[in-house]
C-alpha cells in the first residue's frame, strides 16, 4: 500500500481562491505529514508562472484557526 496522496486542481496561479487554497494546505502541512500524507497541486498553468507565484507559505496571520 502506498502513502495516502492528497491531490488538488486549481485554474490560475495568483487568484485570490487558489491562492487562499495553497495557503490551507500549507497551514495544515504538519497533519498532512504526520498521516503520512503528500499533497500535489496541479493547474494548467506554466512552469515560469508557478515560480513567479507569491509564496503560499503559512505564517500565524495567514492561517485561519
Given at each position: 500500500?502506498?502513502?495516502p496522496?492528497?491531490?488538488?486542481?486549481?485554474?490560475?496561479?495568483?487568484?485570490?481562491?487558489?491562492?487562499?487554497?495553497?495557503?490551507?494546505?500549507?497551514?495544515?502541512?504538519?497533519?498532512?505529514?504526520?498521516a503520512?500524507?503528500?499533497?500535489?497541486?496541479?493547474?494548467?498553468?506554466?512552469a515560469?508562472?508557478?515560480?513567479?507565484?507569491?509564496?503560499?507559505?503559512?505564517?500565524?496571520?495567514?492561517?485561519?484557526?
Amino acid at each position: 500500500a502506498g502513502a495516502p496522496l492528497v491531490l488538488y486542481f486549481y485554474p490560475k496561479d495568483d487568484t485570490a481562491g487558489c491562492t487562499r487554497e495553497a495557503i490551507d494546505f500549507s497551514c495544515r502541512l504538519a497533519a498532512f505529514r504526520k498521516a503520512g500524507a503528500r499533497i500535489l497541486g496541479v493547474s494548467r498553468d506554466s512552469a515560469a508562472s508557478h515560480f513567479s507565484s507569491r509564496s503560499p507559505a503559512p505564517n500565524s496571520a495567514r492561517c485561519r484557526g
